[in-house]
């Protein structure tokens, strides 16, 4: 029985990691963002952190730093790919969801959406294998993330990603593979209505 992966919070940091954080809360410091007794408490956190869940607060409040906590890459052993079929009458993973490090959408008869806006990704990297045949698959990411969808042979009902170029730092790279079948396979990230309904239930903040 393969375990899940564990809680990025819960992942354990090195070294360099702490020091990562040290030299930026100095930095931050230098530039006037925290005063000295700030500087002194986060430093000691800092030092003595075990997880990132300890590392993560202590810089929470500062601009982004590209060099400082990127996700952590997929283990070697992280398990076989968990599988999304589309059936008949369809199907999805939306909501709050743990991530695998490599995951197969078969988009069936019914059609497969896979919904990553309020996703937990503990990977700097992840795959996704897609299979539109009849129902497609639709990918929604949340914007900042990198998609790389060279891999993916688009069939006949072709892949679109509406993505663009841009990314924020840390932020996971999503590699789509496999073909888009007879439908296709778009990937895009949330549109007006799936916005407005997350501003609806509180959860727009939590949008990555």
């Keep these: 029985m393969t375990s899940e992966p564990r809680p990025r919070a819960e992942l354990r940091v090195s ?62 052993d992280a398990g076989p790919p968990e599988e999304v079929r589309g059936g008949l009458p369809g199907n999805e993973r939306t909501g709050r969801w743990r991530v695998p490090a490599r995951l197969i959408a078969r988009g069936g008869l019914g059609g497969v959406k896979i919904d990553y806006t309020l996703a937990d990704c503990p990977w700097s990297e992840t795959e996704i294998e897609v299979h539109g045949e009849m129902g497609g698959v639709t990918i929604i990411v949340p914007i ?7 891999g993916a042979d688009p069939g006949i009902g072709g892949l679109k990603n509406k993505t663009g170029d841009e990314h924020a730092p840390g932020t996971p790279l999503l590699r789509v ?5 007879l439908s296709g396979v778009t990937v895009r990230h949330p549109n007006r209505w799936e916005r407005r309904k997350l501003r609806a239930s509180g959860q727009d903040d939590d949008v990555r």
Excluded: M
């Design 15 to 76: 070294h360099e990691e702490r020091d990562a954080i040290a030299e930026r809360l100095r930095e931050a410091a230098g530039d006037g963002r925290i005063d000295l007794d700030e500087l002194d408490e986060r430093l000691e956190r800092a030092l003595t952190a075990k997880t990132y869940g300890d590392l993560e607060p202590l810089v929470a409040d500062l601009p982004p730093d590209p060099r400082a906590l990127a996700p952590a890459p997929p283990p070697r």
């Design 144 to 150: 900042g993330w990198r998609v790389d969808s060279t």
């Design 177 to 181: 593979t496999g073909s888009g079948g």
